[in-house]
């Protein structure tokens, strides 16, 4: 018996009797993952297998009854023969089955370019997820996609808790794939930022997307490798899934569901409140950010955060990172920030490194003075009758069963303001990005076209640069490049006289040698010098470049879901 017989055949038998998923749940689902506002278009992965073939069948009724544009984008890896082939066949198909040729429903595929990635196979997986993603995103900015479709479904969700669990992962992890997301890998693509993956599936078993293909009468394909246990470590857990009986009972695909949706539940929860802590401390100006340092400040207020959710405080510490490092997020797992929480709330801990970043810890005393009024009661003779205070308070009259009535009570509350002095202790952790070593400097080469913008470059994983020239003196091309300080620039202002280099020294005064060393440094090639600082505004020479810089993570502020 073959390893297809074992895994596809029994599921083929199975949606025989199971009720396929209707348009009106499809719909459902979908808008909700829409935040009920329908996009004008939206991209969904099409692999060609019967998840996808099955999401492609109902994007395609949702987008024909509300007039929206679906962009299908099938990727070629470009690892097994025939792959490009079978890619042109998905066109075929769908031009036949879904009315492909509708313009609707556009077909695109993306060839992956191995040229400078590794293929060995303890790193093929990953590395293929890595330039899967990369592609994908890149066609949706092309085509200004913000919400991309995965065919992502319950047993898919079961695999992965499995996988995290043998790799022990916390409960985080163990809560599976979101139903909303960013899109993986858009860090290294422009605008990528605002795009998201949906999985609208991902709450339905692989049987009933089957039942939905038989019924509609689709053809799909399938990768005979994905049934091959010792290819992948996921083709061996889907496997071993294939086989339920053989599980124990905490192990078996219904249970592992239960108990990611409810971590799942979790998560979102100490999300909201992560991001909900982080907006308080930006508004609160708690945290700061410098364009010219690239560096960012916390005025931490360890009371506020006692007796918080340490997975809240995680999400919360992963947006604070995100505005310094120049690494991508999805490397770090969620263990690693909680130890980073519990050296940053630890008063004797003053420096360490994390993220490529260098976390300083300092304090400050903070003396307040305050004025402590104090009011007092005043008796004063009546003589039977209540008469105004020499003192102006008010008066308060005895009640009438009162034994005593020969005086009258006022409350003075002109008494001398004392003046009392308060001390406390503020916490800072300065995030600056750690020194860049010799040997691994960062450098992005822009080609600036004689009119118009250039591409968007992303240097050293932080900011992202593009330049345009003032004046339309150019007549071809001409390369920027893009580099760290170094102590030769230093020498280079120097040269330009005194004035020059009074000006650098004022607009970088705040800034430490190490810091400036990581700043971004233009450089022209054909005179082989900087040209100029763009962080702290100082060029020099006469400026004809235009440069726009902006920060790689622009979305700290907003949902992750």
Not at 400 to 411: D, E, G, I
Request: positive net charge.
């Amino acid at each position: 018996m073959s390893v297809y017989d074992v895994t596809m055949r029994p599921l083929l038998a199975a949606a025989k009797n199971v009720k396929p998923i209707t348009q009106a749940e499809f719909a459902s689902s979908l808008l909700r993952l829409f935040d009920f506002k329908i996009p004008r278009v939206f991209g969904i992965a099409l692999s060609g297998g019967v998840d996808s073939m099955c999401l492609a069948y109902l994007s395609d009724l949702f987008a024909r009854k509300h007039g929206s544009t679906v962009f299908a984008f099938t990727v070629d890896h470009k690892l097994r023969d025939g792959s490009s082939s079978e890619a042109k066949s998905i066109s075929n198909v769908l031009a036949t089955q879904l009315g492909g040729t509708h313009p609707h429903l556009r077909h695109e595929i993306l060839e992956l370019d191995w040229k400078y990635a590794e293929k060995a196979s303890h790193t093929i997986e990953r590395t293929a997820r890595t330039l899967r993603y990369r592609a994908l995103a890149k066609a949706c900015v092309k085509h200004r996609i913000e919400h991309l479709l995965l065919a992502h479904n319950l047993d898919d969700q079961v695999e992965t808790v499995i996988i995290r669990l043998l790799r022990g992962s916390t409960s985080r992890g163990l809560a599976g794939m979101r139903r909303v997301c960013w899109i993986p890998e858009g860090h290294s693509t422009y605008g990528a930022h605002h795009v998201k993956i949906l999985r609208p599936l991902l709450l339905q078993s692989k049987v009933r997307l089957i039942a939905t293909s038989l019924e509609a009468q689709l053809q799909w394909f399938e990768d005979m490798t994905n049934h091959d246990p010792t290819y992948t470590k996921r083709n061996a857990v889907r496997y071993l899934l294939s086989q339920p009986e053989k599980l124990p009972q905490a192990l078996r695909p219904e249970k592992l569901a239960s108990f990611c949706e409810r971590l799942s539940v979790q998560r979102r929860q100490t999300d909201l409140l992560g991001l909900q802590l982080f907006r308080q401390e930006i508004d609160s100006g708690n945290i700061t950010f410098s364009r010219s340092s690239m560096i960012a400040i916390w005025r931490m207020r360890p009371e506020a955060y006692e007796g918080m959710n340490l997975n809240s405080l995680v999400s919360f510490i992963q947006r604070l990172v995100s505005m310094v490092t120049p690494l991508d997020l999805s490397d770090i797992s969620s263990q690693q920030y909680r130890e980073v929480v519990t050296k940053l709330l630890d008063p004797k801990e003053t420096t360490f490194t994390f993220m490529n970043i260098q976390w300083t810890h300092t304090t400050k005393a903070v003396t307040r003075r305050k004025q402590v009024g104090r009011a007092y009661l005043e008796a004063q003779p009546n003589g039977g009758k209540l008469t105004p205070s020499p003192f102006g308070g008010r008066k308060l009259q005895p009640h009438k069963s009162a034994k005593n009535r020969r005086f009258s009570l006022t409350v003075n509350r002109s008494a001398v303001k004392e003046k009392q002095r308060e001390v406390r202790v503020e916490h800072y952790w300065t995030l600056a990005r750690q020194p860049i070593p010799g040997h691994n400097q960062p450098v992005a080469v822009v080609l600036i076209p004689p009119s118009g913008w250039s591409d968007w470059a992303l240097w050293d994983g932080r900011m992202w640069f593009r330049f345009r020239w003032e004046t339309t003196k150019q007549t071809s091309p001409k390369p920027i490049m893009i580099r760290p300080f170094s102590q030769m620039d230093r020498y280079t202002i120097s040269k330009f006289g005194p004035d020059v280099e009074r000006t650098f020294n004022a607009k970088t005064k705040a800034i430490n040698g190490r810091q400036l060393s990581t700043l971004p440094v233009l450089h022209d090639p054909e005179i082989a010098r900087m040209i100029g600082m763009p962080s702290v505004k100082f060029y020099i020479g006469t400026r004809e470049l235009l440069c726009e810089m902006t920060p790689k993570n622009q979305d700290v502020l907003t949902d992750r879901r």
